[in-house]
């Protein structure tokens, strides 16, 4: 089988929130650029410039998204609305049926 000279995808990893932030610290100083970041720590230049752009939110620094704690309620609000409209779907059903049963 020939190479074609595509990559093939990289394994999704996680990273702690100690370790991205130590990242975007050495990003911030200016030492280094955050692509020799990036190829230093064998990351995708994407991830670490998000780390940046979220890290910049969450201090003020910029406001063209949510920081992480709005990130974080909006996720439980979204889970609680979703269990909510199930319940009201149960109750619906619920409610045809004994309204047919009556009959």
Same mark, same amino acid.
């Given at each position: ?13 996680? !990273?702690?929130?100690? !370790? ?15 692509? /020799?970041? @990036?190829?230093? %720590?064998?990351?995708?230049?994407? @991830?670490? =410039? +998000?780390?940046?752009?979220?890290? #910049? *939110? ?11 704690? +709005? *990130?974080? #309620?909006?996720?439980? $609000?979204? =889970?609680?609305?979703? =269990? $909510? /409209? /199930? ?9 045809? %049926? %004994? ?5």
């Amino acid at each position: 089988m020939e190479n074609t000279g595509k990559k093939s995808p990289r394994q999704r990893r996680s !990273f702690t929130p100690e !370790f991205k932030a130590e990242i975007v610290d050495l990003c911030q100083r200016g030492d280094r650029t955050v692509g /020799q970041v @990036a190829r230093d %720590f064998d990351l995708t230049e994407t @991830a670490v =410039r +998000e780390w940046v752009k979220q890290a #910049e *939110r969450d201090s003020g620094k910029r406001s063209d998204g949510l920081t992480t704690a +709005e *990130r974080a #309620e909006l996720s439980a $609000l979204r =889970r609680d609305n979703r =269990r $909510l /409209q /199930q319940d009201v779907d149960i109750l619906k059903r619920a409610t045809a %049926f %004994f309204a047919k049963e009556t009959r």
